[in-house]
Every structure is written in C-alpha cells, then in structure tokens.
C-alpha cells in the first residue's frame, strides 16, 4: 500500500481513499485477532497446528485415513499424539508425544532421523511445548517374526496407516543405539509411567533411561514445575515400585 500514498486520493476520489484506509485497518485488526487466537492456545495446540503447517499430513489416496501422522523431510513418519501425565494436572495441554518416528530403511545412515528429530525439537520450542518419547525399537514384519526391511516412503505409508505388517520390537541392542542417539540429539529421561504399571510385571518395565523427553527453554516455568518429580528416579513411585 506504500506505493499507492492514500493522500494521494484526497480532493479527487475521498470514498477511494476511505475504502483503502478501511481496507488498511480492517488487515490490521484481522492480523491482530489472529495473534490473538494463537495466544489463547494451549502450548500442545500450537504444536499440533505448526505440525499440520510445516510437515506433510500423512495421506493414502488423497486422505488421512489415521490422525496423528506427519510426514517430515522425505523419508520419515512421525506419529505424534497428545499425551498426560496422571500426576501432572495440565500436562495435555503442554506436552505431545512422539508415539513413533520411522525412517525408510533404504534412506538410513544420512542423518535423516536426526534432521527429522531437530525440526520435531524446533516448532516444540516455538510452541513452549515438551515432547515425550520411549526409546524402543520396532520394525515391520511381513510374518510377525523377522524384521522387512521397508524400501519406499509410499511402503511405510501404507504398512503404518493401514497396519497391514505386524509391527515387531526389535532386540535390546537396537533399544540401546536409540537411547544414545536421543542422548546425543539432547533430549532428556523422564518418567512417563502412570498407575498401568502395576497391573503388570514389573521384567515389562522399560527402565527410566529409556523414557525421553525434550523440553524446550520456551516451556512456562509453571507448568515445568508440575513435571519436576518426573526428572528424578528417586523421587518416582512408578520407578521405585
Ligand atoms: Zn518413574
């Protein structure tokens, strides 16, 4: 509107003038009530909308059969859902959790997962945002036994959203190379048990140093608090059970 100088049009054309200053203010207030609206969201929310922004919403045929699922780069698939914590009472509203991250094993050993794992860690620190994972590794399986190895990003897309291939936990050495590799991406353990685990034994638990969590220096202070007991073994009644 610059070029245009609304004084341009005084004298001659006023109604001209008048509907590019009304058309001026009313951008400005619509610019305003949106950074409003953003305000007023919750930290996973925000997550949740620069996700659908910024990834490729995950699609078979022109349509997103499962939610949850994005595409990030080329060859990875996350699956990102909202998570709670039973003892931390906002925790849906500033967590998310990252149920599974996939990279097409022809694509492997190029730094992809951990580019996919930065960008993941970016928008959680635009939005104040944690994200909360369990290090375990799986894979497809054509026959529930031995792991397949999945070639094109079309054939993750359809063994995840359709689950056609059983999904497979893949030995504890595998678990292992995950766990140092969250490590090194800087994220952090944190427990994300809830009161499920009793009704299971406890050779099933996952040790605290697989449960990871990123949270960002963005996150409010309040809710970091409500998570504090969570960072600590010791002070856990799910890992000392
Ligand atoms: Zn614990």
Redesign the pocket.
């Known amino acids: 509107m610059k070029s245009i100088g609304v004084n341009q049009w005084a004298g001659a054309d006023p109604w001209v003038a008048d509907m590019v200053r009304d058309l001026e203010q009313l951008a400005t207030r619509a610019r305003q009530a949106e950074r409003n609206r953003w305000k007023l969201l919750s930290p996973s929310d925000k997550f949740f909308r620069l996700a659908n922004d910024r990834f490729q919403v995950a699609k078979l045929f022109g349509v997103a059969p499962v939610q949850g699922y994005w595409q990030i780069g080329e060859w990875t698939l996350a699956e990102i859902n909202p998570m709670s914590l039973e003892d931390a009472r906002d925790s849906r509203s500033f967590l998310v959790h990252l149920q599974s991250i996939y990279v097409v094993d022809a694509a492997r050993g190029r730094g992809e997962g951990r580019r996919s794992i930065e960008q993941i860690k970016q928008l959680a620190e635009e939005c104040g945002c944690g994200v909360t994972l369990f290090a375990k590794s799986f894979a497809f399986s054509r026959d529930g036994q031995l792991p397949n190895a999945v070639q094109t990003f079309d054939e993750l897309l359809h063994s995840s959203l359709e689950k056609v291939w059983p999904v497979i936990y893949q030995p504890d050495w595998d678990s292992e190379c995950l766990r140092f590799f969250y490590e090194s991406c800087g994220l952090q353990n944190m427990?994300l048990?809830g009161s499920w685990v009793y009704n299971r034994p406890k050779e099933e638990d996952l040790p605290?140093d697989r449960h990871f969590a990123y949270l960002p220096n963005s996150m409010d202070p309040k809710w970091r608090s409500q998570i504090a007991n969570?960072l600590n073994?010791n002070l856990?009644?799910?890992?000392n059970r």
């Open positions: 427990c048990y605290f969570r073994p856990c009644r799910f890992c």
